[in-house]
């Protein structure tokens, strides 16, 4: 038992474990927490019940007139009275000093020095205390021992239900964020990732204040120069793959800033996903999941290997580890400017090019739209793809209007002469179900020709329906694909395809015109 305590908090439980190292939270995972195991390559199993994703339509924001002005209110920052924040808050508090022991992990958010968060995450489950651990950045002794009152505080007790006849509350689960308290709370749900995305939330809405740009992406940086790339991607465009890469330092898989001196991470871990993980096609994450990483809702084989293959308890499957766990990681975090932006994009509707260069008014219109979609077959009734968009491809994150993080990325890109490309990992040939997805190996090589420099002079056409310019030449990827409507048998289906998916970008776009230049608005799809 350790002597700390957390009295400033309103917390009196005596059993206060702060900071354990990963052996500790191994031994209290499998004395106390339900469920949890170890894994043949050395990973803490755990399970997060019920819930095994995020719960956006779960998710409050405090309205208060400090920030009000500011917020981006609707679905995705849905308003809650400071009152109910505090009944909330006291319930959470209640509970957790209901447990025989609690968990306190004190940690940064953010690699450059002069811009980290100290946050405080209060927890009962080991597993949670491992997780956050993993995911920021790690003080050492000292900067333990002189860390004083946190910027930014996280009471998880997930496993307490909200009372859903409170004014604002809509479930039993309820994640509720305030800007002027500096506070997150969850009731209702133990899935680890909403104290990760809090961290995030908060740094979207603190970081353009400082004039600091907030991005949802994964970063690379060159090994000699120290300048960076960032990919940008909703879940399952290859953000995190293709952020492993061996020829270049890692900096991140996921949260970035982008400041005056260059950018840095904002997280000290990874959190990839694991469904079908083979140690073939990602290597780098599949042996970064050992003693000291978290697998989350995994099923175990009766030797207690993985089967990444099983998804009968969520698709969602999950591993955290510390980033230094990739070899090529670049520790401290940080890196020069970006010469490349990536936009990555899964489309199953196989009418986007593979690669493409985007003019600044085309970047920041794929930007503000964040495109995706979702293949036939992975929801109950989705018969063909459905285009999905999530603003600034980190929409449910945002907290102020897309546009204010757009703008600031145009500045900071035409600042530093940065290359934008849309990079297609999806389907070509014909939609999901007719055509092929791209493969990995060509994803990379493209990838790797961005880096090179090699694209930037690389033979282009325009694209006749979304008017940006198509690569038509690419070193080890075949010249057939790079054109999507050569790769179509069908050539009139493409067509109607392609009319199709511009109509649903010209529709979802309706939303943000109001605040879009004349030039933003004429680069959409014809």
């Known amino acids: 038992m350790t002597t700390f305590a957390l009295t400033d908090h309103e917390i009196t439980v005596n059993q206060i474990h702060r900071n354990l190292p990963p052996s500790s939270l191994y031994e209290h995972a499998i004395r106390y927490d ?8 050395g990973a803490l199993v755990a399970y997060s019940g019920a819930k095994t994703g995020r719960s956006p339509k779960d998710k409050r924001v405090v309205r208060n007139p400090a920030s009000e002005k500011d917020i981006w209110w609707g679905q995705v920052n849905i308003p809650l009275d400071a009152h109910t924040f505090a009944l909330n808050r006291q319930r959470a508090i209640d509970y957790l000093n209901t447990r025989e022991r609690l968990y306190c992990f004190d940690g940064f958010a953010g690699w450059d020095a002069r811009y980290r968060v100290k946050v405080r995450v209060i927890c009962e489950r080991p597993y949670h205390a491992l997780f956050m651990h993993t995911m920021l950045i790690r003080p050492t002794k000292d900067e333990l021992a002189s860390f004083g009152r946190p910027d930014f505080t996280i009471y998880n007790a997930g496993a307490f239900p909200a009372n859903r006849l409170i004014s604002g509350v809509g479930s039993t689960t309820s994640i509720d ?10 009731l209702g749900t133990e899935y680890a990732g909403e104290m990760k995305k809090g961290v995030f939330t908060a740094a979207n809405y603190f970081a353009p204040t400082r004039g600091i740009l907030s991005m949802h992406c994964s970063a690379t940086a060159h ?14 465009t290859g953000k995190t793959t293709l952020s492993a890469d061996p020829k270049r330092h890692l900096i991140g898989d996921d949260e970035h800033c982008w400041s005056d001196d260059g950018i840095f991470n904002i997280e000290g871990g990874c959190y990839a996903k694991a469904v079908n993980l083979t140690p073939e096609n990602e290597p780098d994450i599949f042996q970064a999941l050992r003693f000291g990483a978290v697998l989350e809702n995994v099923v175990l084989e009766d030797d207690r290997t993985v089967d990444f293959a099983d998804i009968s308890i969520t698709e969602n499957t999950r591993g955290a580890y510390p980033i230094e766990f990739i070899s ?46 979702k293949v ?28 204010r993080y757009a703008e600031m990325l145009a500045a900071k890109m035409k600042k530093h002469n940065t290359r934008v490309w849309l990079v297609n990992t999806g389907w070509s040939g014909g939609a999901h179900g007719v055509g092929k997805r791209i493969s990995l190996k060509h994803t990379r090589a493209i990838i790797d020709a961005i880096h090179s420099g090699t694209l ?16 038509t030449d690419c070193p080890n990827v075949p010249s057939e694909i790079l054109i999507p409507r050569n790769a179509w048998a069908d050539k009139s289906l493409y067509d109607a395809t392609a009319r199709k998916l511009a109509a649903l970008f010209k529709e979802n776009f309706t939303a943000y015109e109001p605040g879009a230049s004349a030039e933003v608005k004429a680069a959409g799809p014809a």
């Open 456 to 471: 930037a002079t690389a033979k282009t056409q325009r694209d006749p329906t979304f008017g940006f310019e198509v690569v």
């Open 177 to 186: 964020l305030s800007f002027e308290d500096r506070e997150l709370v969850i």
């Open 223 to 236: 090994k000699q120069t120290g300048r960076s790339s960032l990919l940008f991607g909703l879940s399952g």
């Open 376 to 403: 036939a077959g992975t929801e109950v009734g989705i018969t063909e793809p459905q285009a999905t968009f999530s603003p600034c491809f980190g929409g449910p994150f945002l907290v102020w209007q897309p546009s």
């Open 34 to 41: 339900k469920g949890a195991s170890i894994a043949e390559n």
């Open 328 to 373: 090529n990681a670049k520790i401290p975090c940080l890196a020069g400017h970006p010469t490349d932006v990536i936009f990555l994009t899964c489309d199953a509707f196989g009418v986007l090019p593979p690669v493409s260069s985007l003019s600044p008014a085309h970047a920041m219109y794929h930007f503000i739209a964040g495109y995706t979609a």
